[in-house]
């Protein structure tokens, strides 16, 4: 079965700057999707960013970027220039291609956004 | 993106009572539908998958007899706590994956449960 590991439960961060989430996942699978999603008060679920195993190239979505390595099995994310409304929980979460197209969730990062 | 609904948004229940979360895709069609369990300050948790036209497959230590899933048309899946006690009090959030968009998956906005 796969696992998905967050091993940070809280991070914080001062406006603007910049701050990395990280995420480790096993798998003995090759083809398979990372997600990293975020939920912020209103508890509502929002896809931050997403991420093709098969795919070298990090994926990049405005200020989110990933650093995936898939040898290491290690999939960050990077949030630059962090602003207030980035506050939330961040979870990591891995979908195989072949298992029905459910996720697994990481246990999930807090960030904090210090004006 | 596509759109989930979840209803009711909360609810609150006497112990002993039934209740049931209604999940829609609002603009695509979805055969099968997953339900989570969040308790404060933790992750999601799979408690089952819905399977549009057969059972639904739970994970291991869930009850199926007590989480009813039933999922009715290519649009709607049920959730059904049956005889809720206090411990059955949590977040519940149903996702649908979207076949147009690489199975990706759309979450609604989650059911606060509160049995008193």
């Known amino acids: 079965a796969q696992t998905v590991t967050q091993s940070q439960p809280e991070m914080s961060v001062q406006e603007a700057e910049t701050v990395t989430l990280s995420c480790t996942y096993d798998t003995s699978e090759s083809d398979y999707y990372l997600f990293w999603y975020k939920q912020p008060p209103s508890r509502q679920m929002i896809l931050v960013i997403r991420q093709e195993a098969y795919k070298q190239q990090n994926a990049t979505e405005n200020r989110f970027s990933v650093n995936f390595q898939k040898a290491a099995k290690s999939f960050s994310l990077k949030i630059s220039d962090s602003q207030l409304g980035d506050a939330a929980m961040y979870f990591c979460?891995?979908?195989?291609?072949?298992?029905?197209?459910?996720?697994?969730f990481g246990g999930g990062t807090r960030l904090m956004v210090k004006p | 993106g596509a759109v989930v609904s979840q209803h009711p948004s909360w609810v609150i229940c006497k112990s002993g009572t039934s209740v049931k979360i209604e999940c829609r895709s609002l603009?695509?069609?979805?055969?099968?539908m997953f339900w989570y369990r969040q308790f404060p300050k933790q992750s999601l948790m799979l408690m089952a998958t819905?399977?549009?036209?057969?059972?639904?497959?739970?994970e291991q230590g869930v009850e199926k007899d007590k989480f009813l899933i039933n999922h009715a048309s290519l649009t709607l899946s049920t959730l059904t706590v049956t005889s809720a006690h206090p411990e059955d009090s949590s977040f519940y959030i149903c996702s649908a994956p979207d076949t147009r968009r690489a199975f990706e998956q759309y979450f609604g906005p989650g059911t606060r449960l509160t049995v008193t």
């Open positions: 819905s399977n549009e036209g057969s059972k639904a497959t739970y």
């Open positions: 603009d695509f069609q979805a055969t099968t």
């Open positions: 979460a891995y979908r195989s291609n072949n298992a029905g197209n459910m996720l697994t």
